[in-house]
């Protein structure tokens, strides 16, 4: 049974549709990318699961319960955990303080869950009392990361994790995004780095224009000549 089904959803903001017929499945332990270029609807999906947005058709089934439409709190109850793009952090409040934030599920494990997060992201514990702004861009996306990691989520969504980081520092996150998948947490994430992101995936889809055009695992997408051509610039 796979961990996440997200069977045939239909997607609208308002009357216009974005997302048509879309399907994708993770399973336990996994890492998977979903992939695509500006505007192809990967945010749109992730918003679909973690309770943002309503599909108007389909199902999204987590644990074999259909999900589609819960609310927010109630799907990272459920153990989902969404980092958005952009990261959302509060930059005149400590690192330690927007790390508490991400734990409203259950503040009474806080502290134990805290110890796991500064774990995978030493530098976080280091400097647990300065403001997040003091961050460099690298370091402030790990803080997103590990606030989503404080719900001791079984799935993590990552939307875009690495956009907008020096090379250097985009390696740094997707070291850390296979740290926690070792760690035991399943991995969704939405990536333009396409080259990356199949490093570090099991499997992966291609979506366009609101429709999913292609599946496979991370080596069969790697060397498809259609993902090629569009993304790896061949
Ligand atoms: P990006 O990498 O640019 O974020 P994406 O693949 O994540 O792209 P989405 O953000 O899911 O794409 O957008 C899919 C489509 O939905 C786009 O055509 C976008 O313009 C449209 N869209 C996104 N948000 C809204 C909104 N709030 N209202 C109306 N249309 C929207």
Known sequence: MALLEVDSID??????????????????????ALLGANGAGKTTTLKSICGDLTPTAGEVRYKDENIGGMPFEEVVEKGIA???EGREIFTESSIRENLELGAYVDRSGMEDQLAEVYKIFPRLEERADQRAETLSGG???MLAIGRGLMSDPDLLLLDEASLGLAPVLVDDVFEAIERINKQGTTVLL???DIYNALRVAD???VIQTGEM?????????AADERVKESYLGA
């Open 11 to 32: 997607v609208s903001y308002g009357n216009v549709q974005v997302l048509w017929d879309v399907s994708l499945s993770v399973d336990r332990g996994e890492t998977v």
């Open 139 to 141: 370091e402030q996306q």
């Open 203 to 205: 499997r992966g889809y």
């Open 190 to 192: 939405v990536e333009q």
């Open 82 to 84: 969404h980092v958005p």
């Open 213 to 221: 055009t292609l599946s496979g695992t991370a080596e069969e997408l």
